[in-house]
């Protein structure tokens, strides 16, 4: 994991551990781990502590008004710790489908938040109650479906449509006042359409366009005007976080990270070979509270 100074350096926070998600706090940055959580603390500039051990963690969310962070795995299930007490516990009653890896958690009111399954589909789960509920999947006997249940994405826009984006199965859209789904999905040989059925990834940028993250780069969709357009082709782009002025930080699976102005361009390119990173191989990037990377 790194991070960028002020001064506009890449250094090394931790190294030697493969880090699948990242999220930021007012206290403390949490890293999930293929061993575990790792907690940084803001204010004791060094400190790391393991959270949680002896877990693949895939996804993280942090629920700062309970104070409780959820954590997803790969194959035991979605927790809840209590991070006054440390207490964690299991989801109760979470059907065999959660033991697929868990790629996303995400929230959506102050009362719901989603979660998507590799191969289950999306839920949303009640913050109080704790109980799942299965929203979308492909054997859904609702109209709601999804094209496929892969899912690696998931975000709410401003209207309150949810966005899952999925391995196989392109993006889909619940449009909060209408139903069924609206597909985003490839077309052959049609540039205005998704690059690729594969999205990692899915960013909102301050413009309004939504950026899907896909194994063939970037496609940027203006949603009022329905037009596309592509950055990054050939790339596979694994993550994408929000930078300054509209700017947006793209992460690749083996060609290191792009920084991207608001229309797609290339600003930076950061690579092992500049020795600007550790690894070519960029699972996951996020923003601090101070704008560290």
Known sequence: MYKKEADGRIVPVVEGE?????????ESLFAGTSKGILQLSHAQAGKIDWLVEDKDIQSLFC?????????GTF?????????????LLPLKGQSSGFLNPIRAITNYDSHTILVGIDGGGLYTIDRDSKKAHLLISTEDSTDIFLQGNGVYAVTKDRQGNIWIGSYSGGVSVAIRSRYPLTILAHERGNPQSLANNNVNGIEENTNGELWFATDQGISIWNVSAYEWKHTLSEKVVVTLCKGEAGSIWAGTYGDGVYLLDSRGNIVRHLTKQQGELMTNYIFSIKQDTDGDL
């Open 75 to 87: 194959n035991n299930g979605l927790w809840v710790m209590n991070l006054e007490t440390s207490g």
């Open 63 to 71: 629920d700062v008004t309970k104070k409780e962070l959820w954590i």
């Open 18 to 26: 493969y880090v699948n998600d990242i999220i930021s706090t007012s």
